[in-house]
């Protein structure tokens, strides 16, 4: 295949971290983001701007496109879903219309960015999730994530041309916006080591999730870009159950400092699923990839990059 990639959404905390791998793997890439995420990008992108969107992908003459280009925060998507609605499901179709648009035999190979809320809520005795559970969606954000998919699938087998998708569970590393609370945690115990007060209010800590490292989860997705077969959904995941409050032991183990722990019901959420993790034998067997980074080594990394921001010596 040819070595020019479009990452849309590629300006964002696992945008940066896949086009670090893909130009280590040799591709000439083109990064689309949008403004409110900062960082830095090649061009401009608006999901809602079909018009934009078709200069974008003409323009950019990529052989794959990587389409991570989302409204990704939970709460966000909760107290706004029209909008969710309208970047993740509508957005994915604007893209689709672009990519329809090219002329046949130079539309992109297409990885479609999923995420493992659309499983939603199942009994214990489905675990390990597969890419055949049955999608339960609890969320707006997880109801527009499989709405993209059922659009980019259902396109690419009307349209003829190839397309695949992911769904990432819960990734971590250095850079996540504290929003996200494993990053939450660090910068927080960050900040109490730094000499602010050991008060850490936090959500449910008996939830359990799947976490894999960035740069873990990006490498999959290069893997799969290449080897993945079109039409088929991929888990990406480490395939292991970790409580959140033996994540945020580990991190205070990892801080080495005093604090008081205190449950805050501002932080809880209703449609918490409590446990959830995957199966990613699908994911190897296409690819042959293996975790690199243990949960252990991730957290730490994550705890100093909090630290560095902090200005802790």
């Known amino acids: 295949m040819s070595t020019r990639a479009l990452v849309t959404g590629g300006n964002g905390f696992v945008g940066r971290y896949l086009t670090a791998e893909l130009r280590a793997r040799g591709f000439e890439t083109v990064v689309a983001g949008h403004s409110p995420d900062g960082g830095d990008y090649d061009v401009a992108v608006d999901m809602r701007d079909l018009a934009g969107m078709r200069r974008v992908v003409e323009e950019a003459q990529a052989s794959v496109i990587f389409h991570l280009a989302a409204q990704a925060f939970v709460p966000r998507a909760t107290s706004d879903p029209l909008e969710t609605y309208d970047v993740n499901?509508?957005?994915?179709?604007?893209?689709?219309?672009?990519?329809?648009?090219?002329?046949?035999?130079?539309?992109?190979?297409?990885?479609?960015?999923?995420?493992?809320?659309?499983?939603?809520?199942?009994?214990?005795?489905?675990?390990?999730?597969?890419?055949?559970?049955?999608?339960?969606?609890?969320?707006?954000?997880?109801?527009?994530?499989?709405?993209?998919?059922?659009?980019?699938?259902?396109?690419?087998?009307?349209?003829?041309?190839?397309?695949?998708?992911?769904?990432?569970?819960?990734?971590?590393?250095?850079?996540?916006?504290?929003?996200?609370?494993?990053?939450?945690?660090?910068?927080?115990?960050?900040?109490?080591?730094?000499?602010?007060?050991?008060?850490?209010?936090?959500?449910?800590?008996?939830?359990?999730?799947?976490?894999?490292?960035?740069?873990?989860?990006?490498?999959?997705?290069?893997?799969?870009?290449?080897?993945?077969?079109?039409?088929?959904?991929?888990?990406?995941?480490?395939?292991?159950?970790?409580?959140?409050?033996?994540?945020?032991?580990?991190?205070v183990l990892v801080a080495r400092v005093a604090v008081e722990i205190r449950e805050d019901p501002a932080l809880m959420r209703p449609s918490d699923v409590r446990v959830v993790y995957g199966d990613n034998a699908k994911l190897k067997a296409a690819t042959g990839w293996e975790q690199t980074y243990p949960l252990a080594q991730s957290l730490r990394d994550v705890y100093e990059a909090a630290r560095a921001s902090a200005g802790v010596a």
Do not use: W
Not at 91 to 102: F, N, S
């Open 89 to 251: 499901a509508l957005g994915t179709a604007r893209l689709i219309e672009a990519l329809r648009r090219l002329p046949e035999g130079s539309r992109p190979t297409l990885l479609y960015v999923s995420s493992a809320e659309v499983y939603g809520a199942h009994e214990p005795s489905d675990l390990p999730l597969r890419e055949t559970s049955l999608p339960q969606p609890a969320t707006p954000y997880a109801a527009s994530k499989l709405a993209g998919e059922a659009i980019v699938l259902a396109s690419a087998r009307t349209y003829g041309f190839p397309a695949l998708v992911t769904r990432a569970f819960n990734h971590i590393g250095p850079g996540q916006s504290d929003r996200f609370s494993v990053a939450g945690f660090a910068r927080r115990l960050a900040t109490i080591a730094a000499g602010g007060p050991p008060l850490l209010p936090v959500g449910n800590l008996e939830t359990m999730r799947d976490f894999l490292d960035v740069r873990d989860v990006v490498r999959a997705y290069v893997d799969l870009a290449q080897n993945g077969t079109s039409g088929e959904i991929y888990n990406v995941c480490s395939g292991v159950p970790t409580r959140m409050a033996d994540v945020l032991r580990r991190l």
